[in-house]
C-alpha cells in the first residue's frame, strides 16, 4: 500500500477516534455523573409566618441562620437577568453548560500570563454550590463540568437561570435575589432600577469584599464595571447606562421588625404558615404596652404580656410576650406563658360554683366577718385587702369588690378547695399542683400559678356562657366545645362583673374599669405586689393582661387597677374601635327583682333601702317581712355577726341591729381546739400556757362548759385555764341546742 495513503487512513482514524471521543465526552459521558442532590429538592425558603389577613409578621431563619427567598422566572425582571449574565456568563444562551472560549482564554491566561480568570459559566457555578463542600482538585472541576453538561442536557436554561438566582449568596446570610432586594433595598425585585439591579448581580462575585453596608465605595465600583459590561453587549441604551452609573448608592436595610417575636420559637413551621393574628392590632397593642409600662417604672414596673381571644372562635387575635424584647432583665421571657399568681382573678370562678352547687344568686348574703380557718400550718385569719370587714354583703358586692373573706366561707361552704381545682382543670389551666389540698381556700385568692393564655381562654369560656375549647394560634378544624356550666350562671357572673355600682365601694368610679359600654371585668393583685392582672370580656373579645417583673421583683405598691388595668382598658377601647360593642341576651328565666341588700330578701320597688338584681324565677329569695327589721327599720342580724357586730369593724349600726334570738344562718362550728388536742404547760412562757381562748366560725355565740376545767368570760370568746390532766369541754348551739364535746388533754413540762 502506498504508505502516504496509509497514514492519511491512519490520520482519519485518529480523528475518527477523536471525534467519537469527543461526542462521548460531550453527550455520553456526562450522563456518568449524578446531578447534586441539592438540585433536584427545591431551594431553600425561609418560613414566613403570616396574620391571618395573609401579612408577612416574621420571616424566619433557616438552620443555617440564613434568610432565602425563591421566586419563579416571571417575577425576575429583566434588567436583573440581563445584569447577571453580563457579570457572569455573557455566552448562557448560546454555550451548552460549558464555555469553551472562556476556558481557552483562562488556560492562556495561566501558561502566558500566570494570571488566573474566571471560565465557569452559570451552570457550572450552579453545580457548584448545589453541590456539598469539597477540595478544589483537577477531579472536582471535572466532575462540575461533566456535571454542567448533564444539567444543560435535561434542563432549560430558564429553569437553570432560575435555580442559580434562587440559590446564589448576595452577603449579609441573604440567599437569592428577592431576599437580596428585600434586605438591601425593602422592595420586591419588580420595583429595583437597573443601578440596583447591576449592584445585586455584582455581589456574589464577592459577598463579604463587596458588601455594601461596610464597603460601598468598592460595591458601587463593582456595579459600575457590570453597568459597563451591559453596555458593551449592546443590551442597553447609552442613556440608561449613563443614568444608572450616576445614581447614588441608596440603601435601606432591613431592620426587622418583630411584633411578634416569640412566634420565632415555633419548630419546623411549613413555608408558609398563617395565624391567627391581626397584625395592625398586634402593633397597637405593642406600643400601648410599652408606653403603660414606662408610665409606671417608677413603681418598679417594668413587664407586661397582653393576650386577645376572638370568643366565637377561640382564635388568638393578638399576643403581646413582654413590654420590651431586648430587656436583657428577661425580655425575651413569653409573659403569656409563664406560671404566676393570679391574685383574685380566680374568685368569679369560685362564685360560679356557688351558684351552681350551694344555689346562690347575685343577692344572696354572705358574712363579710372574721373567720379564722384551720390550714395545715395552723390557723389562719385571712383578711380583705383594706383589712375591714363590712359584715352582711350580697353577692354581687363581695364578688364586684373582690372581698376575700366571703369568697373564703364560700369556699369552704363547697367542701374546700377541690371542686374549684377540678373547674379549673376543665378550663384548661394546667400548673396546678396534683393535690387540691396544698392549696387549701387559698386557691380562690389564687396561691396557684397560673398561665395568663390559659386564664384569658377560661374568662372567654365565661363569655361563651360555658363553652369551652382551647385557643387556636393556627387556623384550621374548629375544636370541639365542652360545656362546663350552665349559661345562667355565666350571665349572672358576667353582669356583676360588668356593674360599675356594684364595685364602686372598692373601685373608685372614672378609672380603667370604666367603659362606655358594658365590659365585664376582674383585677387581681398577687400577695407583695408581685403580680398584677386585669381580665375581661364582652361577647365577642376577652383580653387578659399581666403586669410585673420577671424576676419576681415586687411592684411599688401598685394593684392590678393601677398596672395591668390601664393597658386593658385601651386594649378594650382598641379592639372595639371598629366593631360596635354588644352585651349578652339575657338567658332564659332570669328576672329582674328588688331586694334589700342588708338581708338579700324581696321589697318592694319603693322601699327606701331598695336595689334592683337579677334571679332565676326558680331561685327567688323570700320576701321581708316585719320580723326581719327592728321597730327603727334596721335590718336584724343573726349570731353570725356578734362578733362583727361589736367590733370596730362595724360602721353599719345606723342600718343593721343584732337579734340574738334569731337562728343562725350556719351551725356551729368549732375550729380551733381540735378534739383530742394536746397541750403543754410551761411555767417559762412569760404569758402563760394555761390560758386557751377557742374559736368558733360564730364568735361570742356558743355556751361553753367544762366538769374539771374553769372558764372565765371574755370577749368575744371565753378564756378556758387549763391545768394537767384530761378534760371534758362542751360547746352548745343556743340556736340549735346542738352539742359539740371536745376532748383535751394536758400536760405539764
Given at each position: 500500500m502506498n504508505p502516504k495513503l496509509k497514514w492519511r487512513r491512519r490520520i482519519l482514524r485518529l480523528l475518527g477516534a477523536g471525534a467519537l471521543a469527543a461526542v462521548l465526552g460531550w453527550f455520553v459521558l456526562p450522563f456518568a455523573v449524578s446531578l447534586p442532590a441539592g438540585l433536584l429538592e427545591n431551594p431553600a425558603s425561609s418560613p414566613v409566618l403570616l396574620d391571618r389577613h395573609g401579612t408577612p409578621i416574621l420571616h424566619l431563619a433557616l438552620p443555617d441562620s440564613t434568610h432565602a427567598a425563591a421566586v419563579s422566572l416571571d417575577e425576575i425582571p429583566a434588567d436583573l437577568i440581563a445584569c447577571t449574565l453580563a457579570a457572569e456568563d455573557k455566552r448562557f444562551r448560546s454555550h451548552g453548560g460549558v464555555d469553551l472560549l472562556a476556558t481557552m482564554r483562562a488556560a492562556r491566561d495561566r501558561v502566558v500570563y500566570r494570571g488566573v480568570s474566571g471560565a465557569s459559566t452559570i451552570t457550572q457555578q450552579l453545580v457548584k454550590i448545589s453541590s456539598p463542600p469539597a477540595k478544589r482538585v483537577p477531579l472536582t472541576k471535572l466532575r462540575e463540568v461533566l456535571a454542567a453538561r448533564h444539567l444543560e442536557m435535561t434542563w432549560s436554561k430558564d429553569r437553570i437561570l432560575t435555580a442559580y438566582l434562587n440559590r446564589l449568596d448576595y452577603g449579609n446570610l441573604r440567599i437569592g435575589a428577592a431576599e437580596a432586594a428585600r434586605f438591601y433595598f425593602q422592595k420586591p425585585l419588580g420595583d429595583l432600577s437597573l443601578a440596583e439591579c447591576a449592584l445585586l448581580a455584582g455581589l456574589p462575585q464577592g459577598p463579604s469584599h463587596l458588601n455594601p453596608l461596610r464597603h460601598p465605595k468598592r460595591a458601587i465600583s463593582r456595579r459600575n464595571f457590570v453597568l459597563q459590561r451591559l453596555a458593551a453587549n449592546g443590551q442597553a441604551d447609552t442613556a440608561r447606562i449613563a443614568a444608572a452609573m450616576a445614581e447614588p448608592l441608596t440603601l435601606r436595610p432591613l431592620v426587622e421588625k418583630q411584633p411578634a417575636p416569640w412566634l420565632a420559637q415555633i419548630q419546623n413551621p411549613t413555608l408558609q404558615i398563617q395565624t391567627t393574628l391581626d397584625l395592625p392590632l398586634q402593633n397597637d397593642l405593642q406600643a400601648i404596652v410599652r408606653e403603660e409600662t414606662a408610665k409606671l417604672k417608677a413603681a418598679n414596673l417594668r413587664h407586661a404580656a397582653v393576650v386577645v381571644i376572638d370568643n366565637p372562635t377561640g382564635e388568638i387575635l393578638a399576643l403581646v410576650s413582654s413590654a420590651d424584647w431586648d430587656d436583657p432583665r428577661g425580655g425575651q421571657m413569653n409573659g403569656a406563658l409563664i406560671p404566676r399568681s393570679p391574685g383574685s382573678t380566680l374568685k368569679p370562678f369560685m362564685y360560679l360554683l356557688a351558684m351552681e352547687r350551694n344555689h346562690r344568686i347575685p343577692s344572696s348574703i354572705l358574712a363579710d366577718i372574721p373567720s379564722p380557718f384551720r390550714t395545715p400550718q395552723g390557723l389562719d385569719l385571712p383578711e380583705n385587702y383594706d383589712r375591714g370587714y363590712r359584715g352582711p354583703v350580697t353577692l354581687r358586692t363581695a364578688l364586684a369588690c373582690s372581698l376575700n373573706v366571703p369568697a373564703l366561707r364560700e369556699l369552704n361552704f363547697l367542701g374546700g378547695p377541690k371542686p374549684l381545682y377540678e373547674l379549673l382543670e376543665n378550663l384548661g389551666i394546667t400548673t396546678l399542683d396534683a393535690d387540691p389540698n396544698l392549696y387549701g381556700l387559698g386557691l380562690t385568692l389564687g396561691n396557684a400559678p397560673v398561665r395568663l393564655l390559659e386564664l384569658t381562654n377560661a374568662y372567654a369560656t365565661l363569655a361563651r356562657q360555658g363553652l369551652y375549647f382551647p385557643?387556636?394560634?393556627?387556623?384550621?378544624?374548629?375544636?370541639?366545645?365542652?360545656?362546663?356550666?350552665?349559661?345562667?350562671?355565666?350571665?349572672?357572673?358576667?353582669?356583676?362583673?360588668?356593674?360599675?355600682?356594684?364595685?364602686?365601694?372598692?373601685?373608685?368610679?372614672?378609672?380603667?374599669?370604666?367603659?362606655?359600654?358594658?365590659?365585664?371585668?376582674?383585677?387581681?393583685?398577687?400577695?407583695?405586689?408581685?403580680?398584677?392582672?386585669?381580665?375581661?370580656?364582652?361577647?365577642?373579645?376577652?383580653?387578659?393582661?399581666?403586669?410585673?417583673?420577671?424576676?419576681?421583683?415586687?411592684?411599688?405598691?401598685?394593684?392590678?387597677?393601677?398596672?395591668?388595668?390601664?393597658?386593658?382598658?385601651?386594649?378594650?377601647?382598641?379592639?372595639?374601635?371598629?366593631?360596635?360593642?354588644?352585651?349578652?341576651?339575657?338567658?332564659?328565666?332570669?328576672?329582674?327583682?328588688?331586694?334589700?341588700?342588708?338581708?338579700?330578701?324581696?321589697?318592694?320597688?319603693?322601699?327606701?333601702?331598695?336595689?334592683?338584681?337579677?334571679?332565676?324565677q326558680d331561685q327567688l329569695p323570700p320576701f321581708a317581712t316585719p320580723a326581719d327589721y327592728d321597730t327603727s327599720g334596721k335590718s336584724l342580724l343573726d349570731p353570725t355577726y356578734a362578733g362583727w357586730f361589736a367590733s370596730s369593724h362595724n360602721?353599719?349600726?345606723?342600718?343593721?341591729?343584732?337579734?340574738?334570738?334569731?337562728?343562725?344562718?350556719?351551725?356551729?362550728?368549732?375550729?380551733?381546739?381540735?378534739?383530742?388536742?394536746?397541750?403543754?404547760?410551761?411555767?417559762?412562757?412569760?404569758?402563760?400556757?394555761?390560758?386557751?381562748?377557742?374559736?368558733?366560725?360564730?364568735?361570742?355565740?356558743?355556751?361553753?362548759?367544762?366538769?374539771?376545767?374553769?372558764?372565765?368570760?371574755?370577749?368575744?370568746?371565753?378564756?378556758?385555764?387549763?391545768?394537767?390532766?384530761?378534760?371534758?369541754?362542751?360547746?352548745?348551739?343556743?340556736?340549735?341546742?346542738?352539742?359539740?364535746?371536745?376532748?383535751?388533754?394536758?400536760?405539764?413540762?
Open positions: 385557643p387556636v394560634l393556627f387556623p384550621g378544624k374548629p375544636p370541639e366545645p365542652r360545656s362546663l356550666f350552665d349559661s345562667r350562671s355565666a350571665y349572672l357572673i358576667a353582669d356583676i362583673l360588668s356593674d360599675a355600682d356594684a364595685r364602686a365601694p372598692s373601685f373608685q368610679p372614672g378609672g380603667p374599669l370604666d367603659f362606655p359600654f358594658k365590659c365585664a371585668v376582674k383585677t387581681g393583685t398577687s400577695s407583695d405586689f408581685h403580680d398584677n392582672w386585669c381580665i375581661g370580656f364582652t361577647p365577642r373579645f376577652t383580653i387578659g393582661v399581666w403586669a410585673g417583673n420577671f424576676e419576681q421583683q415586687p411592684m411599688k405598691g401598685l394593684s392590678g387597677i393601677a398596672g395591668a388595668g390601664p393597658i386593658f382598658h385601651r386594649a378594650m377601647l382598641r379592639l372595639h374601635r371598629d366593631i360596635k360593642p354588644t352585651w349578652f341576651e339575657r338567658s332564659n328565666g332570669l328576672i329582674d327583682i328588688t331586694i334589700d341588700p342588708r338581708n338579700g330578701k324581696l321589697v318592694p320597688a319603693d322601699a327606701k333601702s331598695a336595689r334592683q338584681d337579677l334571679a332565676a360602721l353599719r349600726r345606723n342600718e343593721l341591729a343584732l337579734d340574738p334570738a334569731t337562728p343562725a344562718r350556719e351551725p356551729l362550728r368549732i375550729i380551733s381546739p381540735a378534739d383530742n388536742a394536746t397541750f403543754l404547760l410551761d411555767p417559762e412562757i412569760p404569758s402563760g400556757s394555761d390560758k386557751l381562748r377557742p374559736v368558733t366560725n360564730l364568735p361570742g355565740t356558743a355556751r361553753w362548759q367544762s366538769a374539771t376545767l374553769r372558764i372565765e368570760p371574755g370577749t368575744p370568746e371565753p378564756i378556758i385555764h387549763l391545768t394537767a390532766g384530761t378534760h371534758i369541754v362542751t360547746a352548745t348551739d343556743p340556736a340549735t341546742g346542738e352539742i359539740h364535746t371536745l376532748t383535751l388533754r394536758v400536760k405539764s413540762l
